[in-house]
């Protein structure tokens, strides 16, 4: 658990370093967004599958923040 902490003090000294990695992760996920745009149909799912991508991700961390008690 110690490491955890080194890292994330780590990146809290380095807040350029967070934001040209979550900018980088961005750059990766929107690139292939751009380049199948010329065919209306391919960016319609792409678009599709990136929000979907996004509510999934979103429920399932709401879901372990929140755990339902039995």
Partial sequence: MELMGQFFSNVARYPKYLISIIAGGLVALLEPLF??????????????SVISAFIT????????TNPINL
């Fill in 35 to 48: 380049k199948n745009r010329s065919n209306p149909l391919t960016l319609v799912g792409l678009i599709s």
């Fill in 57 to 64: 991700f979103y429920f399932v961390l709401k879901a372990m």
